[in-house]
């Protein structure tokens, strides 16, 4: 099949073998920062015991363990503001840095400083000691690390085209988020055995024989976070040595107050002419946020619901990014064929369907098991199948502001999952309850999506 004029135009000057590989391997190295940082090792960390007065933790009395459980909830609360101040952050100055980038040809420039940022970032969650006074310094540099990260997927994203021919889109897309879900199996396996794991030590100072001193400063946490921010720095190489930066678009002055003008009046012209991307970028805000609170709550409902501990919650995140990877994998050749908002409907009903299971399942850990890989299945293709939507729908060269409303609509939306969760777990009494607050926005989400329009006909 030949490619499209434009296409062509916009297809890196080496071959699409190579680009592909070096641009899905920066998708491969940021699993350092989903899988490691956010999702199930440090953020977990900060919201730990590791965190609690010591004294209050020795006490084994009703209200020891009352003040515990207020203390905790503090920890938690520290993570969650700071997560939404970095969602503001990054709503605020996303769609002018995608602008910026596509009008000056620095789109690949953005994206190495962004990843700079959170490889820095990471590296210095390694001095973020097990003490009180450090928890603010996490919380900042999680924070700070968020920012970045979402200010490198806009660039990044809107580089797609430059590596896949449009009738390649959706394979291509696919293959990145696989690539990402197995480079986060191979890092948690990594991390399971050098750090967490215990093996009859005390995690990595167990097998290193350090001091039981050194063992009480979560040397297993801190050591494995360094070697996350090794894995995304090494990773992210290939893409700023191999892939051509995109043309500039000479347009505006270039400055970030013009690129704020210019935005305005292109979400009105979309308003205007293209009202159908504007439904879309609604509706992806809306079920992208339920599908990463699967990813925020998942650890914490395996832990307090099934009752799994620490290395069990990352064996099962290994599994089910072994299913998730080669689930999206195989998504790419349906997403070409039957389109992308095909594959993003039957997504979004297959995890309302298991996620409702899970809710059902009481506390049987065989269910969890199979109801919690089914649901991974489905993670992956919706949001690569997005993601292809979108680059479909992009004007060519304009890519990076377009993705820069994508990051900013879906950021504007990630109190829905969050507060519907803590609501349904208030009024159920139990952990279990978010589980509905998730499906509700899952639910939401789909019903969006069916208003909005086949990328075939939403061409036209």
Known sequence: MTASPTAAAAAPQRTDRRALVSWALWDWGSAAFNAVVTTFVFSTYLASRAFVDPTLVADTSAAGRAAVDRELAHNAAVVSTTLAIAGIVVALIAPAIGRLADSTGHRKRSV?????????SIAGMVFVAPSQPFLLLGAALLGIGTIAYEIA??????????????????????????????????????LLVLCIQDFGGDGVAGLLRLP???????WDVRVAIGIAAVWLAVSSVPLFLTVPEAAPIRTGRGTVLSAYADLGRDIARL????????????????FRDGVGAVF???GIIAAQVFGFSASQVILFAIAANVVAGVATFASGRLDDRFGSRALILVSLVGLSVCGIG??????????F???????????????????????RLATPGREGELFGLYATTGRAATFLAPALFGLAVTIGGSTRYGIIGVVVVL???LVLMAFVKPEGRALR
């Open 112 to 120: 190495l400083i962004a990843t700079i940022g959170v490889t820095l």
């Open 296 to 298: 925020t709550f998942g």
């Open 443 to 445: 639910v939401a989400g």
């Open 369 to 391: 098991w199979v109801l919690g890989l089914t649901l991974a299945i489905f993670v992956g293709p919706v949001q690569a199948s997005s993601r292809a939507y979108l680059a």
């Open 271 to 286: 308003w205007r002419e293209r009202r159908n991307v504007l439904a879309f970028l609604l509706a992806s805000a809306v």
């Open 153 to 190: 997927c806009v660039g990044y994203n809107a580089m797609l085209g430059q590596v896949a021919p449009g009738e390649r889109t959706g394979r291509v897309s696919a293959i990145g988020w696989a690539a990402g879900y197995f480079g986060g199996i191979v890092l948690l396996v990594v």
């Open 358 to 367: 899970v809710f059902l399942a009481g506390t049987a850990t065989e269910w």
């Open 212 to 218: 039981a001193t050194v063992a009480t400063g979560q």
